[in-house]
Structures are given as structure tokens and as C-alpha cells.
């Protein structure tokens, strides 16, 4: 029986790596931080390791005997104030990976994120080969997403094998953080979004991008990204997809960008830095929302054989999970202050 090792195993996305390696006969540990709420939330039936992934040593005696390691862990957040440390945190930790892959000659699938994927700018999907604007590199998230994609592209040049997989954005049961996206959904089932600005973002199933890292790994070329999206909707779609799911009516007023990036401004500088908490509207959320985020998945389609399933099952199934553990683990009230949804970032 094969062995991998996944990191931020407790995290949203990798919980589903992990279900689906376990569904494919796989022994799967997982590795979280000992003293972070991620650890409570390991999936059952994977073997727990704690590890700091910035610990080498760690991380190389995790390693040993597994025959893939999925590097999902990573830290998704948009907030400002955070910004130094999600790109050293994320640096270090895949640094730490790269360094035990290599030392135990185990191959990787590393998890990026669409962020590194150019957008046209002219409503087209971007893909791999879309060239990432400078101006497109908005905030810290981004840019740890970049330096960490060049890190494991440069070991598979060297002779690791390494695939890259980019998800969009997953959405699903389990997001108990939640993510950026997660949020807008949740937000929308608990009735709190009195509006959207125009923009949009390719949004899939948790599951299907699961499954698309097993394929990155049987099927992948090393070296090469695979996007690994579901489908293009805009924001006022996603936002009334998830309302209609919950049985509320759907926000119909559409705000100018400029009001969304000042009223997150503002947030930035009370929930971010005065209050030191996640902020609700990040900056650079609303930044990123002027331009659609969409994306093609045609590559893996045709090298992987990657075929996810349409986008509003995975909605709806986020907004049932949502109501039934009351918002999440930050105990939202469905009769908090409302905000504007804002289009996060893949």
C-alpha cells in the first residue's frame, strides 16, 4: 500500500486531498502544526504528524518511507497586516519540503493557486501560458504563490520530479476557516451581502480539484502547471447561487469598484490593524475584483484527463455545511453587519 504525506492536512482543500487518497487505497499522514487550531481538524484516518513546516529535520523524518508528498499547506489570507509573514512562512515551508523530496527522492505535487495565472484582460479565461502582469501581482498571498511556484520549478529542472497544480477557486463542505471565497458564500447564505461589485472568478468543487492533484501525480508532467478550475460565473451569480440555496432573496445592487476599494480601505485599517483580526473586506480583494478572474482548464482536461463537475452543487453544498455548523468556526450571527461582497482571490 503506497504512503503520502500531505501537508495542512487539516486545512479545507487538503482535507479533500486527503479523503481522496484514502478513497484510492492510500495511507495518508498528516502533517499540521501541533499548537494550531488546524490540528483539531485533521480528517479521520489519516495518520497525524506534528510538524512546524519550517523545521527541516521535521519535515524530512515525515517524509520518510512515503512514496508522494502533497504540499497544500499555505496560508490564505488577503489581509495587509499579515503580508510579511504569509510570504516568509510559505517560502521557508516549501523550502523545507523541496529540501525532504529531494533528500528521499519522492516525488511532489505542489499546490499553487490561480493567483500565479495571467488574466488577458479582456474578460478571456487565463491559462498556463498567459503572462502574469506586474500590475496583476496584488497583494502578499499573490506574490508567496509566486515565489514558492518558481522554488518547485527550479527542483524540477534539477531533476525532482514536481508537478504544479493551480486550483481556482474550491468551494465545498469542510471550509471551516474559511477562505477568502468561502467567506462570500457563507456571507450570502447567512443574508449579510447587500450588494456585489462586477466581477467574476472560475469557481469548482473541492472534490474535483482532490482528485485533480491524484491525476497531477499519475499523469503530470514534471515541471509543468495544470489549472485545475470547474466554471466561470460572476460574483452576482456565486452571491445568489449560495442565497437561493439558503432561502434568501439575492442582493440586487451592483457598487462601482471605487466605493468597494474605499469601504475595504477602511476595514483594512480597523479590523486589520487597529483590532488586529482577519478583515472582512480585505484591500486587496476588492484590488483584485476590477478584473474577472477567470480561467481554463483545458490543459488538464487533455493531460490528465481532469473533468470536473458544474460549480452550484459545490455552492449549494457549502451553504448546507455553513447553516448547519453555524457559520463556522468564527460563530458568524445571521444578524451581524451586513458588507458588500467583494471578489476574492483563487
Known sequence: MSTALVTGAGGFLAGHVVAALLDAGWTVRGLA????????????????VAA???????????????????????????????GPRVVRDDVDATASVLAACRAARVPLVHTSSVATIGQPGTGEPGDEETPLASTQLVGAYK????????????????????????????????????????????????????????????????????I???????????????????????????????SRAAGRPAPSRVIPHSLAIAVSAIDEVVEGWALGREPRAPLDGALMARKTMYASSARARNELGY??????????????????????????????????????AG
Not at 487550531?37 to 479521520?44: A, K
Request: net charge negative; glycine share 10%; charged share 25%.
Open 143 to 210: 506574490h508567496a504563490k509566486l515565489a514558492t511556484e518558481l522554488m518547485v520549478a527550479d527542483a524540477a529542472r534539477e531533476g525532482l520530479f514536481a508537478v504544479i497544480v493551480n486550483p481556482t477557486a474550491p468551494v465545498g463542505a469542510g471550509d471551516w476557516r474559511p477562505t477568502p471565497t468561502g467567506r462570500v458564500i457563507r456571507d450570502a447564505a447567512l443574508g449579510r451581502l447587500p450588494a456585489v461589485v462586477d466581477t467574476g472568478l472560475n469557481v469548482v468543487a473541492a472534490e474535483d480539484v482532490a
Open 307 to 344: 473533468s470536473p463537475g458544474p460549480a452550484r452543487p459545490a455552492i449549494e453544498a457549502a451553504v448546507g455545511w455553513y447553516l448547519d455548523n453555524d457559520g463556522t468556526a468564527d460563530k458568524i450571527s445571521p444578524n451581524g453587519t451586513a458588507r458588500i461582497a467583494r471578489g476574492p
Open 33 to 48: 502544526r501541533s499548537d494550531g487550531e488546524s490540528f483539531t481538524h485533521l480528517p479521520h484516518g489519516v495518520e497525524p
Open 52 to 82: 512546524d513546516l519550517r523545521d527541516r529535520r521535521a519535515v524530512a523524518d515525515a517524509t520518510g518511507g512515503c512514496d508522494a508528498v502533497f504540499h497544500v499547506a499555505a496560508t490564505y489570507t488577503l489581509s495587509r497586516r499579515r
Open 212 to 242: 485533480g492533484h491524484l491525476l497531477a501525480l499519475e499523469r503530470g508532467a514534471s515541471g509543468r502547471r495544470y489549472v485545475l478550475g470547474g466554471e466561470d460565473m460572476t460574483l452576482a451569480d456565486i452571491v445568489a447561487s449560495a
